[in-house]
């Protein structure tokens, strides 16, 4: 079946311009995530959702990031005002249920630049 | 301290041989342990997960845990080129209101013709 989509796979923003990236879980999987990974790093965590409910949002860098999933299927990352610092590879991930050992499958991923 | 560490290598390794990673990290409450292979460009991809203390095989792939050291280790072998990526290794805490990854920066493996 389908995996997990992102869009768009690339983006180039001037500074000081809002984004939206978006993403496709797999369908059903209940628990959507949003990671952040900068050039030779692992990725770094953002938000989690269970469903709709966005349970923890402790990774988000700053005010100037939100999250929303709204219906508990697609989700978008939304970064204003961006800065060349928000420039880094964005990571969306899903997982069947709520269990910490279930398989995080990851979605290709949106590389955004910002100038 | 980062939670999670790796050596970012590169660890480079003939075909053939056994390549080993490894991976520590520091957070006791850690429950589940994961190991993901990143090709160059492209979103990291389950390779083996652990959750009990010692060895798990998968094919080539053997995972071990050790949770007294806090370490846990990733070994491939008949090591191919194919094989050659960068390793993250993974831990989640399994909290109710959280199943997030902590990853390391992960390991470069070149695998040698």
């Known amino acids: 079946g389908a995996g997990v989509s992102q869009s768009p796979r690339y983006k180039v923003a001037k500074r000081g311009q809002d984004v939206a990236l978006r993403c496709d879980p797999i369908s059903g999987h209940v628990s959507l995530f949003w990671y952040q990974q900068a050039l030779g790093q692992g990725p770094e965590f953002l938000t989690y959702?269970?469903?709709?409910?966005?349970?923890?949002k402790s990774g988000l860098p700053s005010d100037r990031f939100f999250a929303e999933r709204p219906e508990g299927s697609v989700s978008t990352l939304k970064i204003q005002r961006t800065q060349q610092e928000d420039s880094a590879v964005y990571l969306c991930?899903?997982?069947?249920?709520?269990?910490?050992?279930?398989?995080?499958?990851f979605g290709p991923g949106t590389r955004l630049t910002v100038l | 301290q980062k939670e999670v560490e790796q050596n970012s290598g590169p660890l480079s390794v003939p075909e053939g041989a056994i390549a080993s990673l490894n991976c520590t990290y520091s957070d006791r409450g850690s429950q589940s342990f994961f190991w993901y292979r990143q090709y160059s460009g492209k979103s990291p991809e389950l390779i083996m997960f652990i959750y009990s203390n010692g060895d798990k095989e998968d094919g080539r792939f053997t995972a071990q845990l050790n949770k007294a050291s806090q370490y846990v280790s990733l070994l491939i072998r008949d090591s191919q080129p194919s094989d050659s990526a960068t390793y993250l290794c993974a831990v989640n805490r399994d909290m109710d209101s959280s199943y997030k990854l902590i990853f390391g920066s992960g390991t470069r493996l070149l695998v040698r013709p």
């Open positions: 991930a899903s997982s069947l249920s709520v269990l910490g050992r279930d398989t995080q499958y």
């Open positions: 959702f269970q469903n709709e409910a966005q349970l923890d």
